[in-house]
């Protein structure tokens, strides 16, 4: 066969310049196809028409130095309200010399969940145990005081943004475990365990978070022995935990009927009794099945927090409301709550970016290669 019948493969040619890049990823998502092209353009209409004046007041014409109220007479937005009142929204009424011992405590709280969320940190089986006893035990003995000469600060002082962390984090911290303890006595075999496990659950489901904030304001002290009190942050945290539980526990229930029967059917092959079969097969498949409903009821109790106003809580939000009726600061409700939300956005969009980073490193969502 002579050289010149030789088949020599010609070398790629590189793709369309305008299926590649930018303008490639803009015909493909934002214009392919009149009717997108459309949409595309008129939700850059609503988004220039609604950003841009927003934009000018808030920034443009906004006011973020001076000394009073006086400063902010151009009709901009007054950031100098919310830097007159940010100590108050974050500690609340805790005593202002005391406040070194709410910074501690959220340091170390901020460290520890951090620690928990690196992937790549040593020793985290001794970390988390370590981390559920230590961090509440801390925030008791620092926040509350009577220890180490520490002066007493009552509970009815913790408010602001400490208040709402507080009673976000006990939430989430116990709402878990009990929830997983109720779902999996849900589906118990013996029926004493399974009734009362759903009476718990369908009683809490029930009943607006309002209802139970009153009830445990209210009513709980009328169970307990004579002399013993609890404080309403106590009273508010045990609700929020019942209240949370119950919601949990579906959402765990819903992972675990996810689990196939032929891993119980496996572990029972292997010898696993009840508890090794679903402390180390059913139940890490079933979590991982659910971290979105999860992270979806961490993200609602984060947000349900603010109705502790009703029993006389000052969380955040509630910091903020009583700010804005202060006669030197007139007309600033709009900034004032925009901080408000902006500070539940920052926590509830963490949360739900690293489930989805959890989601990806678990793979939970199965997809096909």
Not at 124 to 144: N, Q
């Amino acid at each position: 066969m002579a050289e010149s019948d030789v088949f020599v493969p010609k070398p790629s040619l590189p793709p369309p310049s305008g299926s590649v890049g930018v303008a490639g990823w803009m015909r493909a998502n934002l214009f392919a196809g009149p009717f997108n092209t459309a949409l595309t353009l008129v939700a850059l209409w609503l988004l220039v028409s609604g950003l841009v004046p927003l934009f000018d007041w808030a920034v443009l014409r906004g006011h973020f130095s001076g000394g009073d109220a006086q400063a902010c007479r151009s009709g901009g937005a007054c950031w100098l309200f919310v830097g007159e009142r940010f100590r108050f929204f974050i500690y609340g009424f805790y005593p202002a010399g005391q406040v070194w011992r709410v910074n501690i405590v959220l340091a170390v709280t901020a460290a520890a969940i951090g620690a928990l969320a690196w992937p790549r940190t040593p020793g985290k089986r001794f970390l988390v145990p370590a981390a559920i006893v230590g961090v509440p035990a801390l925030t008791l003995a620092l926040m509350h005081g009577g220890v180490f000469g520490l002066p007493v600060v009552a509970t009815d002082q913790w408010s602001g943004l400490t208040l709402t962390l507080v009673l976000s984090v006990v939430g989430i911290v116990m709402a878990l475990p009990f929830g997983i303890v109720l779902a999996l006595g849900r589906r118990s075999k013996m029926m004493a365990v399974r009734t009362l496990c759903i009476l718990f659950i369908e009683v809490w489901r029930g009943v607006p978070l309002i209802s139970v904030l009153f009830m445990a304001s209210v009513m709980l002290p009328l169970f307990l022995p004579e002399g013993v009190q609890f404080s309403k942050v106590l009273r508010a945290m045990i609700g929020i935990v019942m209240f949370e539980s119950a919601y949990m526990a579906e959402v765990v229930r819903g992972g675990l009927q996810a689990i196939p029967r032929g891993q119980f059917e496996a572990a029972a092959a292997l010898g696993l009794g009840y508890w090794r079969t679903m402390g180390l097969v059913v139940l890490p498949q079933a979590l991982k099945l659910v971290i979105p409903g999860i992270v979806n009821t961490f993200i609602a109790l984060f947000k349900d927090t603010t109705l502790v106003l009703i029993i006389g809580l000052f969380d955040v939000l509630a910091t903020v409301h009583a700010t804005i009726v202060d006669p030197a600061w007139p007309a600033i409700a709009i900034e004032g709550y925009l901080f408000a939300a902006l500070v539940f956005w920052v926590f509830c969009f963490g949360m739900s970016r690293y489930s989805q980073a959890l989601e990806r490193k678990l793979h939970t969502g199965h997809k096909r290669n």
